[in-house]
């Protein structure tokens, strides 16, 4: 080996000089870049780390988030809740007598079985609509005092119909008591107003938990005299259409978006 003037190796072999190569910033350049080829840029690294903590987040929100009780579900615990409700009430009770258009002599065992009939929708309605999740804590107030209002009409209405029973007589108000489920089912709607279609019907439904299986409670004490035909056929048929149509129609009304239309 030779070193010349310009500080250069030469390898020199019999007669042939050939120059060896030094390590230069070509060089450099070309480990630097097989480096970078196998290290990830702190961007993209950064990035990749957010993504997972976002996917992180919205599982946990998801598994932590209360559920939202489903409509098929809130219908079934209504037709249940009207079944069971109808069977109790077709029991030999003590019914109320009827005197000068009006009620007399209610028995307090029927009062205290209405109360309790009465307990078991509201908490059925308050367990499958959750209000609070919609409305919030002040807009759910308004929606139980709405639920109590609605249910006392409806025990009213229940007892004004056992005092027909075995008298006779046949109730002729049958078109006010069509409007009993209709009327707090629009109010619930139009309390949710800005919640989105969804917790209008929820709202809505929630109110006929109530306003349904009562409903059936009062033509299954007019039909539970001695003296009555009708079966429990009848009497759901006739809850159908008194109280289970008329209420369809005013979660109907509740559901459509006005506000759509008047934009048109």
Do not use: I, K, Y
């Not at 639920?147 to 006010?176: E, K, W």
């Not at 004490?221 to 009497?235: G, K, N, P, Y």
């Amino acid at each position: 080996m030779t070193q010349d003037a310009s500080t250069r190796l030469h390898l020199v072999t019999d007669n042939h000089v050939a120059t060896v190569p030094e390590p230069g910033p070509a060089g450099a350049d070309r480990v630097d870049e097989r480096r970078a080829e196998h290290v990830p840029a702190a961007g993209s690294v950064m990035a990749d780390l957010m993504r997972r903590a976002e996917e992180l987040d919205a599982r946990v929100a998801a598994e932590t988030a209360p559920r939202t009780p489903r409509l098929a579900g809130m219908v079934a615990v209504g037709a249940g809740l009207t079944v069971l409700l109808v069977l109790l009430a077709r029991q030999p009770w003590q019914l109320p007598g009827r005197d000068a258009g009006g009620v007399t002599d209610v028995p307090q065992s029927l009062v205290t079985f209405l109360l309790m009939c009465t307990a078991l929708c509201v908490w059925a309605a308050g367990r499958a609509t959750r209000p609070a999740q919609v409305l919030g804590t002040a807009g759910a107030r308004l929606w139980w005092a709405l639920l109590a209002g609605a249910a006392l009409v409806t025990v009213s209405a229940d007892l004004s119909l056992a005092s027909f029973a075995g008298t006779g007589q046949r109730p002729t108000d049958t078109l006010l008591r069509c409007l009993v489920p209709v009327v707090p089912a629009v109010l619930a709607g139009a309390l949710a107003s800005r919640a989105g279609r969804a917790a209008r019907v929820r709202l809505a439904l929630g109110t006929g938990l109530v306003t349904v299986p009562l409903a059936a409670v009062g033509w299954a004490l007019l039909s539970s005299s001695a003296h009555a035909t009708a079966d429990l056929a009848d009497v759901l048929a006739v809850t159908g259409v008194a109280a289970a149509a008329p209420l369809a129609v005013a979660v109907a009304f509740v559901a459509a978006d006005r506000r759509a239309r008047s934009a048109r």
